[in-house]
């Protein structure tokens, strides 16, 4: 039971439980993601509600293709979280006091984003290469949750 926001045992047991699962869920929307570096996935959730979902790749009308001939991202490619919050935008939802769930932290510029349209919660999978997302998001007092997949 939750008595002045203080969640017992019981309580944070069930969270977990539910966001290993959303977690899983944006695991496999990343598997749509055509890039080859990185598969990345993300599911926002709003009152028990998936609200909107997004992988990483191009913007819409664009050649499915992230890498140049190097290997190289191409400068262009969304990240999931945008494709996520974008889509939000174009609906009649919002993600004002959402969760996202991200299979890799956010970079700065995703984090700006995340911040800018009220997403109170961020869990993820996988720590991005630049932490500095993450840094930003502790100093706006966003909830974190960083939880690895287990092995299944």
């Not at 966001?19 to 080859?36: F, I, N, P, T, V």
């Not at 028990?48 to 293709?65: E, K």
Request: proline residues 2%.
């Amino acid at each position: 039971m939750i008595s002045e926001g203080i969640l017992t045992y019981e309580d944070e047991e069930k969270q977990e439980r539910y966001d290993r699962a959303y977690l899983r869920m944006a695991r496999e929307w990343s598997q749509l993601s055509h890039c080859h570096r990185r598969k990345v996935g993300a599911i926002i959730v709003k009152e028990g509600m998936v609200i909107s979902d997004g992988y990483n790749g191009t913007p819409a009308g664009f050649d499915n293709c992230c890498e140049g001939d190097d290997g190289a991202t191409l400068w262009y490619v969304l990240h999931a979280e945008a494709n996520a919050i974008s889509k939000v935008a174009r609906s009649t939802n919002n993600a004002k006091d959402s969760t996202l769930y991200l299979t890799l932290s956010p970079c700065k510029d995703c984090s700006k984003m995340i911040l800018q349209v009220g997403i109170k919660r961020v869990v993820y999978a996988e720590m991005y290469k630049d932490g500095a997302g993450i840094d930003l998001l502790k100093e706006a007092g966003i909830a974190l949750k960083h939880l690895p997949f287990k092995d299944e």
